[in-house]
Each structure stands twice: as C-alpha cells, then as structure tokens.
C-alpha cells in the first residue's frame, strides 16, 4: 500500500493535518475542488501554517479529484455535507486496499459515504483541535486538543497511525468511537445553536445557565436510549467545562452563520432529532431549539438541512 496521504478538503482541519504531516516528512497529495482552486493554491505557493505566533509554508502538492492516479489512504476533512459526494467523485481513483479516514462533525455523514464504498475500510476520527483560516491557504493552530480514531467494523489499529505519531499529531485508537462521535454531538448541540440564537462567544452562555441545563438533561437521555450510556455522564458538567474553557472563542456553527457559509445543522441538532424521533423518545426543548435554529437560518437566506 502507498504510504501517501491524499486529503480531500483544504480547511482548517485538513490543512492543519496536511502541514504537519508534511513538516514531518510524510507524502502528502491536496485534493482540491476543481482547476481555478489548484490555479489559485499554486499562485499562493502552498499552506501557511501559523503556530505560536510563527508562519511556516508549506509547498505541498496539489491536484484534483480527475488526476490520474490510484488513492490507498484518503483523509476526508471536508464539510459533512459535502463527504458523501466528494468521495463518489473519487471512486474510479480509490484502490481496492483504500483506507478512508472521515473527519467530520456531527453524526449521519459517515454512514453515508460508509455505504457508498462498503467494500473499503472507512476509519472515523473525533477531533478536539481547535484551528482557523485567516485567508485562503493560511491556516491558524488555535488551540492543542486531541484526535480519536476508530472503526466501529474493525477494533484492529491501523499501521500508518505512526506517521501521527511522527508528525506530532496528538491520537488514540479507541475501539469505540462512536461514543466519542456521540459525546461531541451532544456538546456541539448543547454549545453551538445556542451562540447563534444568542449572538455570543461561547462565554456569553454563562448567562443562559438553565437554558443549557434543560438542553444537557434532554440530551443525556437521548444518549442513553441510544445505548450510549458513557456518552452520557457528567454531560452538563463538561459541558460548562468547555464553555469556560473556550469562553473567548466564537463556536464554528456560529462562524459559518456570520460568513454566510452553510452549517452542518443537519448532521448535529438535526441528526439527534431525528434519532429522537426514531427511538419515540420526546424531546421538546431541542425540537423548539432546532426550529428556532431553522428560522434564524432562513431568515439569512442561508440553508438549513
């Protein structure tokens, strides 16, 4: 198998891993959206790490999704509502040994593109860093969190995870993940929606106390019909611990809304309605939160599946 890292998605996660994994001498290969997005990443002579104040280029390799050439390990760090049709536009290059890596928010995506390739390993990842783009091709380490990886079909870890190892790519293989995927959807449900409706940094909920109580109870019940019990404990108190924690900070739905961007509404709040409704299990205060989520969304002209 390859040793090169193809990764498809030069945002802030994506270019984060690649300028890593590049410094530490690794093969990697950029997948980017079409020829004027490799005309303009060429211009700009590749990414711009900026950590600790200090700006590092990186002139890693770029091309598109019709090179010619066969892919054995694909880092997907793209959007979640972008995965699944990202991936069918590489099925004719992916090899019959590809490894997918899918590093998404929320939950839903996975399983899409899961299916799409059953006859490939698609290994999920839950990530805690925290990085952000000033501009095009320059992306900013924001804060050192942490990267889980899994695969709900196959407990065995994969080779290749020496090369996060090397490139100082904080890690650890867990053989269940999905409780890790279900634990970041709670918070990204219990944080995220809420500094839209309130037009706050993530601090600004301190002042909304019982309303994120009321969300955190709903959830841990959810998460608990779901058979995800360890998911569920102690969610309110990591929750504020993480409000306080990244008080400053603006969420990255909240981001996306002020930059007129998509969000992934469908694959966080949406996705645990809907697997509410699939386990008959009530939850009013989030089904009122995704509702006002909605408006809020339309009301700027912006999608809201």
């Known amino acids: 198998m390859s040793s090169t890292w193809h990764i498809l998605g030069a945002g802030s996660l994506g270019s984060l891993w690649a300028c890593r994994l590049a410094r530490a001498g690794k093969a990697v290969r950029l997948i980017l959206r079409d020829p004027q997005r490799l005309a303009a990443y060429e211009a700009a002579g590749g990414l711009t790490l900026v950590e600790q104040g200090l700006a590092q280029r990186h002139a890693t390799p770029a091309e598109t999704a019709d090179t010619q050439g066969p892919i054995h390990r694909l880092l997907v760090a793209c959007k979640a509502y972008d995965a699944e049709q990202a991936v069918v536009s590489l099925l004719p290059r992916l090899a019959k040994d590809a490894e997918l890596i899918l590093l998404q928010n929320g939950l839903g995506s996975q399983d899409a593109v899961a299916a799409r390739v059953p006859h490939l390993r ?4 839950s990530s805690t860093e925290g990085a952000f783009r000033e501009s095009d091709w320059q992306v900013t380490f924001a804060g050192h969190g942490f990267n889980w990886l899994g695969d709900p079909a196959n407990p065995s870890a994969p080779p290749w995870l020496e090369d996060l190892h090397d490139a100082g790519i904080p890690h650890q293989w867990t053989p269940d993940i999905l409780t890790r995927l279900w634990r970041k959807l709670a918070l990204n449900c219990a944080i995220n929606p809420l500094t839209v409706l309130h037009d706050c940094r993530n601090g600004g909920l301190l002042e909304h106390h019982c309303e994120v109580a009321t969300l955190c ?9 779901c058979g995800q019990p360890e998911a569920a404990q102690a969610l309110n108190e990591e929750v504020e611990r993480v409000i306080h924690a990244t008080a400053a900070n603006y969420s990255s ?10 969000t992934e509404i469908h694959y966080l709040l949406g996705h645990a309605c809907r697997t509410a409704a699939r386990h008959a299990q009530p939850v009013p205060h989030l089904e009122r939160l995704h509702r006002r989520l909605v ?3 339309n009301a700027r002209g912006l999608p809201s599946d």
């Open 295 to 297: 408006e809020q969304l």
């Open 122 to 125: 698609c290994l999920f990842a």
């Open 217 to 225: 109870a709903e959830l841990a019940d959810l998460l608990r019909v």
């Open 253 to 262: 739905m909240y981001q996306d809304v002020r930059q007129g961007r998509r």
